[in-house]
């Protein structure tokens, strides 16, 4: 019997309050602007992988994702596996000691505890997961920014999710992608009393996945270069100064105008793309609502590739806040049951709404 040699991890969702959207290298996961997230360890939206690797595995590399298997001979998967075999042939080369594993064929076993591709940024968790567990596997420096320099390759919004709390994404300018890689803002802690409620309006695959969607933007809307080369730049700076403040008000209304330009885009790319439905517009009137009646921003909203949306806050707000979506989704006459939408946790009922509609 030849031995398995195992190494597992976890790795949180990121839900960006400045989009990524938008290649200009498709092969490298380049983006065409900076982008900025927030990642909160109460919500606890995560993967969890296992790599392995053994002689007496089949010789083909396999990933089996939510139990069913995936392909992995896509340029994505491949780009992580190869860059990480490279890193443990330098360990094995530097050590003859060291077990070679570089040549051994890979299994990855993860599961996300939220719903896949629904815009939940399952592909940031999942491959930022893929890449630390492979990283821990090889016995590899765990370095943040080196993995996600590998995880963008998986997938752009990835790299962010080396990090916790408040991370950028430098878009960086290198055509080899060298300097396109995640830097931390500020850490969770800095901002302690941040919170977001999550509500999961369908737990339904999209019709248009991230990387198509951003393709076609690209391709066709001329909203887009506006949005990349002026908008985005300029709201990056103010919603770093905005964390670094601590200033809710700015944080909060740059988060909600990058959602909605985001969107915009998608709205003016052909043919075009929806992301958002009633349920979501009525959260976003919702959240307006709430604002307008403490005279002041106190919840923001944002989507990402999808109509689930994610509600930031602060706690002293909670009852103001959540409490009044936990409220409506209590009442089965409001927007549980029929319209299928629920919190974070219960994301089953906005499933079965979803299949039974
Ligand atoms: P999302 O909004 O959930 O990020 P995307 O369209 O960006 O949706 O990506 C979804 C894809 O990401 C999935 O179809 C799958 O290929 C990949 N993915 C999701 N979770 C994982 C995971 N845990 N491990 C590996 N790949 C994953
Ligand atoms: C709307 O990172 O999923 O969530 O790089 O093609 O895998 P690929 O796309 P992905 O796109 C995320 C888009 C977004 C915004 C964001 O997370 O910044
Ligand atoms: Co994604």
Same mark, same amino acid.
């Given at each position: 019997?030849?031995?398995?040699?195992?190494?597992?991890?976890?790795?949180?969702?990121?839900?960006?309050?400045?989009?990524?959207?938008?290649?200009?290298?498709?092969?490298?996961?380049?983006?065409?602007?900076?982008?900025?997230?927030?990642?909160?360890?109460?919500?606890?939206?995560?993967?969890?992988?296992?790599?392995?690797?053994?002689?007496?595995?089949?010789?083909?590399?396999?990933?089996?994702?939510?139990?069913?298997?995936?392909?992995?001979?896509?340029?994505?998967?491949?780009?992580?596996?190869?860059?990480?075999?490279?890193?443990?042939?330098?360990?094995?080369?530097?050590?003859?000691?060291?077990?070679?594993?570089?040549?051994?064929?890979?299994?990855?076993?993860?599961?996300?505890?939220?719903?896949?591709?629904?815009?939940?940024?399952?592909?940031?968790?999942?491959?930022?997961?893929?890449?630390?567990?492979?990283?821990?596997?090889?016995?590899?420096?765990?370095?943040?920014?080196?993995?996600?320099?590998?995880?963008?390759?998986?997938?752009?919004?990835?790299?962010?999710?080396?990090?916790?709390?408040?991370?950028?994404?430098?878009?960086?300018?290198?055509?080899?992608?060298?300097?396109?890689?995640?830097?931390?803002?500020?850490?969770?802690?800095?901002?302690? /009393?941040?919170?977001? !409620?999550?509500? $999961?309006?369908?737990?339904?695959?999209? +019709?248009?996945?991230?990387? @198509? =969607?951003?393709?076609?933007?690209?391709?066709?809307?001329?909203?887009?270069?506006?949005?990349?080369?002026?908008?985005?730049?300029?709201?990056?700076?103010?919603?770093?100064?905005?964390?670094?403040?601590?200033?809710?008000?700015?944080?909060?209304?740059?988060?909600?105008?990058?959602?909605?330009?985001?969107?915009?885009?998608?709205?003016?790319?052909?043919?075009?793309?929806?992301?958002?439905?009633?349920?979501?517009?009525?959260?976003?009137?919702?959240?307006?609502?709430?604002?307008?009646?403490?005279?002041?921003?106190?919840?923001?909203?944002?989507?990402?590739?999808?109509?689930?949306?994610?509600?930031?806050?602060?706690?002293? /707000?909670?009852?103001? !806040?959540?409490? $009044?979506?936990?409220?409506?989704?209590? +009442?089965?006459?409001?927007? @549980? =049951?029929?319209?299928?939408?629920?919190?974070?946790?219960?994301?089953?009922?906005?499933?079965?709404?979803?299949?039974?509609?």
């Amino acid at each position: 019997m030849s031995e398995i040699y195992r190494a597992s991890t976890t790795a949180p969702v990121n839900i960006a309050v400045i989009k990524y959207w938008g290649k200009r290298d498709a092969k490298l996961n380049l983006p065409t602007n900076s982008s900025l997230s927030v990642t909160l360890s109460q919500n606890d939206l995560r993967t969890h992988t296992t790599a392995s690797c053994s002689a007496s595995y089949p010789a083909e590399d396999s990933l089996l994702l939510n139990g069913k298997p995936q392909d992995v001979s896509g340029a994505r998967t491949q780009a992580c596996f190869r860059e990480l075999r490279a890193l443990r042939k330098e360990v094995e080369a530097k050590d003859s000691n060291a077990p070679k594993l570089a040549d051994l064929p890979l299994k990855i076993v993860s599961e996300n505890n939220f719903p896949t591709a629904a815009g939940l940024a399952s592909s940031a968790a999942g491959f930022a997961a893929l890449v630390r567990a492979i990283a821990n596997l090889y016995e590899l420096p765990a370095d943040p920014t080196e993995l996600s320099r590998i995880a963008r390759q998986g997938s752009g919004s990835a790299c962010r999710s080396l990090f916790g709390g408040y991370v950028g994404w430098e878009q960086g300018s290198a055509t080899d992608g060298s300097d396109s890689k995640a830097f931390e803002v500020a850490p969770a802690s800095h901002w302690p /009393n941040m919170r977001a !409620v999550i509500l $999961v309006v369908s737990a339904a695959k999209k +019709d248009v996945s991230s990387t @198509s =969607g951003m393709q076609t933007t690209v391709a066709t809307s001329s909203l887009f270069a506006s949005r990349a080369s002026e908008t985005v730049p300029r709201r990056m700076k103010e919603m770093q100064d905005a964390i670094k403040n601590k200033d809710f008000e700015t944080f909060g209304k740059v988060t909600m105008m990058d959602s909605n330009s985001f969107h915009a885009t998608c709205l003016d790319t052909y043919p075009p793309i929806f992301y958002l439905n009633d349920v979501s517009r009525a959260a976003i009137k919702m959240v307006e609502q709430i604002n307008t009646a403490a005279g002041k921003i106190i919840a923001a909203y944002t989507f990402d590739a999808g109509p689930n949306a994610v509600i930031y806050y602060l706690e002293e /707000n909670e009852k103001q !806040v959540a409490g $009044v979506f936990k409220t409506l989704l209590a +009442d089965k006459d409001g927007w @549980s =049951g029929e319209r299928g939408a629920a919190i974070e946790g219960n994301y089953e009922a906005a499933e079965k709404a979803n299949t039974e509609a």
